[in-house]
């Protein structure tokens, strides 16, 4: 089984760009270690087809302590291809479950894809290794575009509103900070007393980049609930906003649970909500009413507008005013006379009215 620690005993040109992507490009641990397996399994796949390892070695057994500049210089946007058709057809889904299909996804092959391009994007234009970049033209798998799933105002004000004890003053300023906030879940749990400044919240998000989130009255009134019934616990961590009942630092996987327990006891479907899912709830209504997408981007903290506009095709009553506000909607086709002819018809005349 892969320890996230086992990229410390990974070759000096991996690890090399792995803290290059920590200390410089500020990507979490999380995102390094991820990076580090794709990469793995990438150059133990190149091995087996180069014919560096053993034909019946399995793949997830082979060493790459070798790899050095040659063999990651001689790698070909063929050889690429070839791994991704491997990665589709053969590549086992889940590797320790005894009933996983084979052929991974394609937002999980994009994500291999993106590590691959990284890394020779690094040699070439930063460690300035190789003098061109093999991986320039390199194309990701097509993905289905498909909608964020998110709660209704109703069902929003729903779940609110079934939040009871244990822990109700907590668990309702999450949620309520989930839904007019947007936060990710990681950027919750890493909130500080500090973070909260009378009226705006300082948010860690991705790449550890700061943004300033301005709370509204429900937020404030929530953190001050909170805030209130948090001095009178002796916790563990005197600097985490969130506490568990044993007063230390609420975890993501006690956020998830808690969220889903909420979603629960609100009479709501817990396996098609999320966390996430409020952050999806809280960028749907922001956009209903009236929130521009560049401000979207702002508040959520997205780096790219792109990743924003996906909240632009849910249903819009605004919209719908758009395409009914222009002065043909009106116009119907006229239906065909007694002697044969057809017309259109016009708002405020007939067809065939002078002019």
């Not at 394609?106 to 291999?112: E, G, H, M, N, T």
Request: glycine share 6%.
């Amino acid at each position: 089984m892969d320890r996230n620690d086992d990229k410390l005993d990974a070759p000096k040109l991996l690890r090399d760009f792995l803290v290059y992507h920590e200390t410089i490009q500020g990507h979490s641990k999380k995102t390094a270690d991820e990076y580090y397996l794709d990469l793995r399994n990438f150059f133990r796949y190149i091995k087996l087809e180069r014919g560096l390892a053993p034909r019946t070695a399995e793949l997830d057994q082979i060493s790459i302590d070798d790899l050095d500049l040659d063999l990651a210089r001689s790698v070909t946007l063929s050889d690429v291809y070839s791994y991704m058709s491997y990665l589709s057809r053969d590549r086992v889904k889940h590797a320790n479950s005894p009933s996983s299909g084979y052929g991974l996804e394609p937002s999980a092959r994009a994500r291999k894809i993106a590590a691959i391009r990284s890394f020779y994007k690094y040699l070439s234009s930063k460690a300035k290794l190789i003098s061109e970049n093999p991986m320039q033209d390199l194309d990701a798998p097509r993905l289905k575009k498909s909608l964020p799933r998110y709660l209704t105002l109703d069902e929003s004000i729903q779940l609110l509103e079934a939040v009871d004890e244990p822990n109700r003053a907590r668990d309702y300023c999450i949620l309520t900070l989930f839904l007019n906030c947007g936060l990710r879940i990681s950027e919750l749990v890493g909130l500080n007393l500090t973070d909260v400044r009378e009226e705006q919240l300082r948010v860690l998000g991705k790449g550890n980049k700061e943004r300033m989130i301005f709370l509204n009255g429900a937020c404030r009134a929530a953190l001050d609930d909170w805030l209130a019934e948090r001095s009178q616990s002796a916790a563990v961590d005197r600097n985490a906003l969130f506490l568990t009942r044993r007063h230390t630092r609420m975890t993501t996987d006690a956020v998830h649970y808690m969220v889903k327990q909420r979603l629960k006891k609100a009479g709501l479907d817990a396996s098609l909500y999320s966390s996430h899912k409020l952050r999806h709830t809280a960028a749907t209504l922001m956009l209903q009413n009236g929130v521009d997408v560049r401000t979207l981007q702002e508040v959520l903290g997205h780096e790219n507008l792109n990743t924003t506009q996906i909240y632009t095709h849910v249903d819009n009553a605004e919209l719908r005013m758009a395409a009914s506000a222009t002065p043909l909607s009106k116009v119907r086709r006229k239906k065909q006379n007694q002697s044969g002819g057809q017309g259109m018809s016009e708002p405020g005349g007939g067809a065939n009215s002078g002019g």
